[in-house]
């Protein structure tokens, strides 16, 4: 067991788009993630995921509308629902879902990653 820094953690991640898990707990994962641009349109059919931003401004975009979180603010996106992450400026956020979440949910393509770096 050790403190986790995530000055530290972030430091050390150099892409975007690009999920490292820094922990793991009971099925669950604690993903960091820098992003930065537009995400693509996805949902995740049982997954709910929180997004809890670390430094920076994360827009959440919903089909009726778009939520601003920043640092220290966390939104919980429920199972289903369709949703857009968006950064204009890079942003690190981070994540709490299950193990078997992928990132890209319903979507795949170039930003889908199955196997996720460790930090």
Known sequence: MDAIDLDD????????????????????QVRLVKLKGEFVWHKHEVEDELFLVHKGQLYMRFRDRELAVGPGQFVI?????EHQPYAPEEVEVVLFEPASTVNTGDERGEL?????KHV
């Not at 996106?77 to 629902?81: E, F, K, N, T």
């Not at 889908?112 to 996720?116: A, E, M």
Request: glycine residues 10%.
């Open 9 to 28: 953690a972030f430091a050390r991640i150099d892409t975007h788009w690009d999920p490292h898990v820094a922990g793991e707990l009971n099925g669950q």
């Open 77 to 81: 996106v429920p199972h289903g629902v």
């Open 112 to 116: 889908t990653r199955h196997v996720l």
